[in-house]
């Protein structure tokens, strides 16, 4: 198994992140558990590696330099870890020890690629308002930090989504591993063209005609059903083909087999796995129209929660309004528009950061609308994999920051230059020369021009920033 030691100064969280049962750590080998070093094996989304929690090497270090013990054992731990967590405390800022314990690893951790965590972000979760933390973080020198909380599980899903493509390396770079050659690991970065299959969730509650809309889908299509191998032996996979392009439905193979007939309680726990949600790039989550018809509101507390945390997670989001026959009869006219109006309008005011999220209406039973959803759902997951060359962003940039209505020339903060360091979801770093900082306004300005200059309707984007000298 890969191995990943979690590191950091004293208290930012590592062992809280050890901690987290079942989304990192689900099994604790008592035997290997020595008096500096907890070792347990993660699973995370479908991914399992050997996870090193380096909090007992710092005891001895609460004065002066933290790993003054670089000794034999803390070598020797390194030298058996491919991976690193660094873990700051998005609530203190970049401390010094911080840049030490960075500078500690870069120096003793040859070819170890690290992530570094900003922890305890999970108050700091909303758009924008982690971006001076996450510019700090940038100075360590491991590339775009990523905030989570091991305490809440936020951030859990951007970790998979990083994590995934540096262990399927290491996987695959394994001569004996027999999977090498097959496709079990896909291809997860495709520098924009987005040629890596597209791996599909279908949420809802209970009897929204999830397998119905499922079972549509896969009509007339090459369906595999079987076991996946590879890591998880126990769980199926689903895939088919739309206009050439592999789809892997994630976690939806029970409703599949069981032709819909989980209901209750089960069912509801299928839709709200944080697990559902981390493997898949796009969510379609399924509303029912009827049951819409008749209600005031057009989201179910559930479908809110279900929604707010696919966008959260940073997934694209492709919201389905089912069963619209029944409110195909003439006589329906007045509620049909009502739905088709109320559904778009609900969805932006729970997810206000967001605009322009799909709603696809469709008769999952009748058939109609597959071809409907699955344009959203391409459409989505290419957007969401986009890639903008920096030359093309710094042309956009200098126009658009001239329609900007900045505070006052002598606070305005000056962009060197902007470039996307990540795709899925699209994160962008403004480069900043000076003291001046964008305020959440620019951000959101920004974020509102990439939006509608690029065609990024739907998606979650992230922009961030970062101080040069
Ligand atoms: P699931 O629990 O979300 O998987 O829901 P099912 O696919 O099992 O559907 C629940 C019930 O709704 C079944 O009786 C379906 O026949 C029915 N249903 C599903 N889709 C539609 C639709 O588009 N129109 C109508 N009228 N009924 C539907």
């Known amino acids: 198994l890969p191995t990943v030691i979690l590191v950091g100064r004293p208290n930012v969280g590592k062992s809280a992140l050890f901690n987290r049962r079942e989304a ?4 604790t080998p008592d035997d290997h558990v020595t008096r500096d070093i907890r070792e347990g094996i993660a699973k995370l989304g ?22 003054s013990r670089t000794t034999d054992m803390t070598a020797n731990v390194l030298a058996r870890s491919q991976f690193a967590i660094l873990l700051i405390d998005v609530r203190d800022g970049l401390q010094p020890l911080d840049l030490e314990v960075g500078k500690w690893l870069r120096r003793h951790a040859h ?48 970790l998979y989504e990083n994590l995934r493509p540096l262990l399927e390396d290491y996987i695959l770079q394994r001569p004996e591993d027999e999977h090498a050659h097959d496709d079990t690991y896909p291809e997860m970065e495709d520098n924009g063209e987005c040629k890596s299959p ?44 739309f206009e050439e392009r592999t789809v892997y439905l994630v976690d939806t193979a029970g409703w599949l087999l069981r032709a819909g007939k989980e209901k209750g309680p089960a069912s509801l726990s299928v839709m709200q796995s944080r697990k559902n949600l981390m493997r898949a790039h796009v969510i379609a989550l399924v509303l ?25 997670e940073g997934r694209a989001l492709v919201v389905i309004v089912n069963k619209m ?14 739905v088709i109006n109320a559904v778009p309008k609900e969805i932006q ?3 206000p950061q967001i605009t322009g999220i799909p709603v696809v209406f469709v008769s999952a039973l009748e058939g109609k609308g597959r071809v409907a959803v699955m344009h959203q759902v391409v459409d989505a997951y290419q957007k969401w994999c986009l890639r903008l060359p920096t030359a093309r962003l710094n042309r956009w940039l200098r ?17 060197k230059y902007f470039t996307q360091v990540k795709a899925r979801p699209p994160t962008f770093v403004a480069f900043l020369s000076g003291k001046m900082q964008l305020s959440d306004t620019d951000i959101r300005f920004l974020t509102k021009s990439l939006k509608e200059d690029f065609d990024l309707g739907g998606i979650p984007i992230r922009i961030t920033q970062r101080s040069i000298p």
Request: hydrophobic share 40%; charged share 25%.
């Open 46 to 67: 479908d991914l399992r590696f050997r996870v090193l929690d380096s909090a007992g090497l710092e005891t001895e270090a609460t004065s002066g330099s933290i790993l």
């Open 325 to 338: 026959d029944l409110l195909w009869g003439r006589r329906s006219t007045m509620i049909r528009e009502k």
């Open 24 to 27: 990192l750590v689900y099994n």
């Open 288 to 312: 029912d129209a009827e049951e819409i018809a008749k209600t005031k509101t057009s989201l179910k507390h559930a479908e809110v929660l279900i929604a707010r945390r696919a966008v959260d």
């Open 399 to 415: 126009k658009v920051m001239s329609r900007h209505s900045w505070r006052d020339q002598a606070t305005q903060p000056k962009i």
């Open 349 to 351: 005011m729970v997810i």
């Open 111 to 158: 070819g170890i690629r690290t992530i570094v965590a900003m922890n305890k972000s999970e108050s700091l979760d909303e758009q924008g308002s982690l971006t001076a933390e996450a510019g700090q973080a940038y100075t360590l020198g491991f590339g775009d930090p990523i905030a989570i909380s091991a305490e809440t599980g936020f951030g859990m899903a951007e």
């Open 198 to 241: 597209l791996q599909l969730a279908i949420v809802g509650r209970p009897n929204v005609g999830k397998s119905t809309l499922l079972n549509a889908l896969l009509q007339e299509e090459r369906v595999l059903v079987g076991p996946e191998s590879g890591l998880t032996r126990d769980s199926i996979r689903t895939q088919f083909t």
